[in-house]
């Protein structure tokens, strides 16, 4: 099953992202799909439950998706159009010759995170009596 | 919480293995070509071919992942190639990791052709980087000339395009040229080679385009 690789991929892809930003914990996840992407989202979000527990970095984390319309590329006339209405033959001139331009991405958007240096931040920002601005 | 804007493509991860396992091939001077295609489209017959074909010329190796029972890698091995089995657990592509595990499996010493025998589609294991150094897509006839339309992304990603089974032609209402032309439209730079591994039409293109790819590969 496809969604299987993608949510280990993505879980390892996290990881390295967590080291390189000192990030202790991650608290959701948004992810972006391209409407024609192949990935079944109720199948992503089912995989992401069941890892999101096997790794302390995310147990627990929300999985966020946003999905990006799919567009197709005409070769004949150049001009664009809906995929998923139109499907393979361009609603403007009828020709098949078409490819898809948008809508197959997949791609990690953006984390919630809780860093290391938070902790200390506060901690700081409490010895000083600062109010603190940053962060919810 | 901080937010922090990532932007990261889901194989970011493995696009990183894949390349140092690339680097890693050509000091134990092993060349992978990630062989995909719908399931049927006839990768293991033309394989077979391939094997007999070029016996004496260069020493081959074959990694089946595409399999639901050890049937294909037996026939491989039955050619007196190096066979490998690597097992999926259901996953839909092979990926750096797993392509790594299973060269692993190949005793260490000699130069040679490995090919990855991919999992039978054309979505997935066009989005995942292997390893290889080539990747070669098969098409077969019956799957009909407007199969770039479809998949975009493994024609765009393939450095050759097999069109099998063209002995069948008579059959199928497919147009060579047509399918071609899709394919160059997406990727300017694809070789195409249609052949029947039946007959052995058009075999002998495909077999020099191999030999000359792996040579450049191994002078470069
Ligand atoms: N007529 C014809 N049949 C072929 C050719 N290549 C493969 N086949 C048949 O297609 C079927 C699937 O082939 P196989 O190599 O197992 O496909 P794979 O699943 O991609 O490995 C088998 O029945 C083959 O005999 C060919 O060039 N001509
Ligand atoms: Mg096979
Ligand atoms: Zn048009």
Not at chain 1, 57 to 82: H, S
Not at chain 2, 53 to 69: F, H, N, T, Y
Request: hydrophobic share 40%; charged share 30%.
């Amino acid at each position: 099953m496809h969604e299987l690789g993608i949510v280990q991929h993505v879980i390892r892809t996290l990881g390295d992202v967590a080291e390189e930003n000192g990030v202790k914990r991650i608290g959701s996840v948004t992810l972006e799909v391209g409407e024609v992407s192949g990935v079944v989202i109720e199948q992503l979000v089912d995989c992401w439950n069941y890892f999101r527990e096997r790794d302390p970095l995310v147990a627990g984390a929300e999985l966020l998706v946003e999905t990006i319309p799919a567009v197709t590329f005409c070769t004949a006339c150049k001009g664009e159009y809906e995929t998923v209405r139109y499907g393979k033959t361009c609603p403007l001139c009828g020709s098949p010759e078409t490819y898809l331009l948008r809508g197959n991405e997949f791609s990690i958007k953006q984390i919630e995170a809780e860093l290391f240096s938070d902790g200390e931040e506060s901690a700081e920002e409490g010895q000083t009596g600062e109010t603190s601005t940053g962060g919810k | 919480m901080k937010v922090i804007e990532l932007k990261k493509s889901v194989t970011e991860s493995n696009d990183r293995d894949a390349e140092v396992l690339r680097r890693e091939l050509k000091g134990r001077d092993i060349f992978l070509i990630n062989l995909m295609s719908s399931a049927g489209s006839g990768k293991t017959t033309l394989l077979s071919r391939t094997i007999s074909d070029l016996a004496g010329r260069v020493r081959i190796g074959v990694m089946e992942a595409d399999i639901a029972s050890d049937v294909d890698a037996k026939r491989i091995a039955s050619l007196g190639a190096d066979s490998i089995q690597v097992h999926t657990d259901g996953m839909c592509h092979m990926d750096a990791g797993m392509t790594r595990a299973g060269l692993d499996a190949l005793e260490n010493n000699g130069s040679r052709i490995v090919f990855l025998e991919n999992i039978g589609n054309l979505i997935c294991p066009a989005e995942f980087d292997t390893g290889a150094h080539k990747k070669v897509m098969i098409l077969s006839l019956p799957e009909g000339d407007d199969k770039p339309l479809k998949y975009p992304l493994m024609f765009r990603e393939s450095d050759a395009l097999v069109i099998t089974k063209i002995d069948a032609a008579p059959y199928f209402n497919f147009d060579l040229e047509a399918a071609a032309a899709r394919a160059r439209t997406l990727n300017p730079d694809i070789a195409v080679f249609p052949v029947s591994a039946k007959t052995g039409e058009g075999m002998k293109a495909w077999e020099d385009w191999l030999i000359s790819e792996w040579e450049d590969w191994r002078d470069a």
